[in-house]
Structures are given as C-alpha cells and as structure tokens.
C-alpha cells in the first residue's frame, strides 16, 4: 500500500473512532464537553502535522506504546499492577501504572482545558502526601537608613503554612471494544484528552469554589476578604465600576500585575451589558469616551479573557456561582492573581485500570459490549496566600 492510499485509510479510521469516541462519551460529560473534547483532539493533530510535535509533548512512539498499554490492561495483558508491591493479597484494588510521561502529557492537556489548571502554581508531590506551602503575610519590606555609628533593627519576616494534602482523585468512563481495533495515536489522544478534561475541570471546581469536599476554594475560603457592594445592590447584575475599583484597591500593588477578575459565564454577561436608567451602559464600553472601563472578547472563556474591566482582564468559568444564584448578601465573584495565592499538588503516578462487568453511568457494560475504565491520581489545592484575593459580595437590603 503507497503512502498516499495508507494516509487516506488512517485518515478514515480517525473519523471513525472520533464519531464512536464521540458519542460515548456524549451520554457522560455531555456533548458540550464532548464536542470541545473532539475539537482538543483535531488540534492535537493539527499541531503535530504543522511541528512535528503537539502539547503533550509525546512523540507518536510515545503514544502508540500508551496506547498499546491500554489495549494490554483492557484485554489482561499488562504485566504489574501499581500497588502489587504494597497490597500482595489484594492487587485487584490497584490499577496498571500509567508511563510517567504520559501523565505529564495529560497534565499539560488539563493545562488547555482548566483555569486551575493553566494558571494556578505548581507543585510535585512525589512520595509525599503532605506539602507545607510557606505564605508571606506581613507587611512590604522596605529597610531603613542607618544613621552614624548606629545598629540597624532586625524586621521579622511573618510567614504562615498552607498544607497541600494530597486526595485520590479517578474517572471512570465506558469505551466501547471496536474502540481498540483503531489508529493507535488516535486513541490515545482521545484516552488523554478525557483524563485532561476530567482533571481539568475537577481543580477549577475544587480550586475556585470547593466546599472542603476535599479541598476549599477561592469562592469558600474565610481568609480571603470581601468587598460589600452599596447598599440596594443586592443582584449580582449591580456590580458597578465602583466596585471594581474598591476591589483592585485591595490587593498589594506588587502583584497587581497577575491579577485578573473571574465571573460565571452568566454574570459577565449581566454585568458587561447592564444599563442605567436613561439607557446608558454602567460600564463604558470600549470605543466611547472613556474606554477604559471595560471591553468585551466575543471569543473569551476559560483560558481566553472574555473581556477587561479598568484595563485588568476577565476570566469566565461556569463552577463559579452563576447569575440565576443571585441574592442578597452572596459572593458570587473575586479579583486576585491565581497564580500567586492558589497552588496545586500533583503525583508523579497515575494508574489506570479496566472492569469488564459493573455498572456505569447506569448501565452494565458487560451486555453492551464495553469496558469501565478508570484513571486514578492524587491530586491537591489549597489557598496558600488568601490576601492574593478580594472576593466581592451583594448588599443585604
């Protein structure tokens, strides 16, 4: 078979594990999810086509060999279970190790997907279950000028601990068997791009408004200070320039740089279009007068700013409350520099494992000729400089 007829059959199995792919995962995540999930893969192979390499950083042996592991775990080939050493009466309760580089690869996947993610600060927690995340609180350092033949005091420096501590975190998914008859970088792009996701979304919600199931958010944290908007501004709709300005006020001027505002889809849109009384935009819209007070990204969302207020960007993320959840004295967004006051934790491993009967999503895989997948990881997020954020908050009457 020549080259060009050999591309042409690959290119043609590709549609077709992305049409089977697709609709799986569909009855899952959603096919919103699913949707940005297929268009994550087609730029994998974008990218690979136009630089030899895509964002997971994997050469096509690399992904043929993942992908190759997953066909050994689902059909019983693969040789160790991660926790064999640890749990010999019981190794069914450990998954197959997941190559190290792959974990990386999906990783940087989870970095495309989730704000969290992208823009939070990192740490390895390699063989450790808890990290102690030292926090600068005290004041700006500034020295002093010694006078003559005078001893110069000594400035305490006033550091706290947040404590990263690492939680298991999995997702499990069904795949269908005529799934593993086909490309094999195709599948593993899908398999990878899934796990990404999942993670993905998993830190945003954790991160930005986790309830300390496990972890505690931005949105949830009783360290983070909060701006009350004026009073009768008891919708979330009635943030004003105002308010913006009191927020950003808050926050220490050395990291003013990093910070950015972040809203619900749904509030941003309430907020970037609210009128005034004689039919006015609250905020000055950029090409009026004062274009300074904010501007809109018809293209923005997660990792895109959707828009600026007073020239800071604005991030959206649906895990955060969303404008139909308005009401008096109610955070509902926050400004501050994620990658300063939030970090996350990451193993080194991840395991994956396959279930050839059980329920998932409801039904019995082995009757509908499929596989329960599950990728399991530790993962961890904690607050770890609360001043790095200004959360703001409806007026109680």
């Known amino acids: 078979m020549d080259e060009k007829t050999l591309s042409k059959v690959l290119d043609e199995h590709a549609k077709v594990l992305d049409k089977t792919v697709k609709e799986n995962v569909e009855g899952i995540v959603g096919p919103l999810v699913a949707q940005k999930m297929s268009e994550v893969v087609n730029q994998l192979r974008v990218e690979r086509s136009l630089f030899g390499q895509d964002r997971t950083g994997l050469s096509k042996e690399q992904k043929e060999a993942f992908a190759e592991f997953v066909k050994d775990v689902a059909f019983g080939n693969a040789r160790a279970k991660a926790n064999e050493a640890l749990i010999v009466e019981d190794d069914s309760r450990g998954g197959y190790l997941v190559p190290t580089e792959t974990f990386r690869g999906i990783l940087r996947i989870a970095e495309s997907f989730g704000l969290v993610a992208n823009q ?56 269908n068997n005529k799934m593993f008859k086909y490309a094999a970088v195709d599948l593993a792009d899908w398999l990878m791009v899934l796990a990404g996701e999942a993670m993905a979304s998993t830190l945003d919600n954790q991160g930005l408004n986790g309830t300390g199931a496990p972890f505690v958010g931005v949105m949830q944290n009783a360290d983070v200070s909060t701006v009350t908007m004026a009073s009768t501004n008891t919708d979330f709709e009635d943030f004003a320039l105002e308010n913006a300005s009191d927020m950003i006020a808050q926050i220490a001027e050395s990291i003013l740089p990093q910070c950015a505002f972040y809203f619900s889809p749904t509030v941003w849109a309430k907020i970037r279009t609210k009128k005034d009384g004689a039919g006015n935009y609250v905020f000055t819209q ?36 969303a404008n139909s959840a308005t009401a008096v004295s109610t955070e509902f967004g926050f400004f501050g520099a994620l990658s300063v006051g939030l970090a996350i934790g990451t193993d080194g491993n991840m395991s994956l494992d396959e279930h050839r009967s059980g329920s998932f999503g409801g039904k019995e895989v082995a009757l509908a000729n499929q596989r329960g997948m599950v990728f399991k990881t530790d993962l961890a997020t904690t607050v770890g400089l609360p001043a790095a954020f200004i959360k703001i908050k409806t007026a109680a009457s």
Request: glycine share 12%; net charge neutral; aromatic share 8%.
């Open 120 to 175: 939070a600060r990192k740490f390895t927690m390699d063989g450790v279950n808890e990290l102690e995340v030292p926090a600068y609180t005290g004041s700006v350092l500034s020295g002093e000028f010694l006078g003559v033949d005078s001893a110069g005091s000594v400035t305490a420096l006033s550091f706290e601990h947040a404590r990263l501590l690492k939680k298991t975190w999995q997702l499990a998914f069904v795949v």
């Open 286 to 321: 950029v090409g009026q007068s004062q274009p300074t007070g904010i501007s809109m990204n018809p293209n923005g969302g997660t990792l895109v700013k959707a828009g600026e207020i007073l020239g800071f960007p604005v991030y959206t993320s649906s895990k955060l409350p």
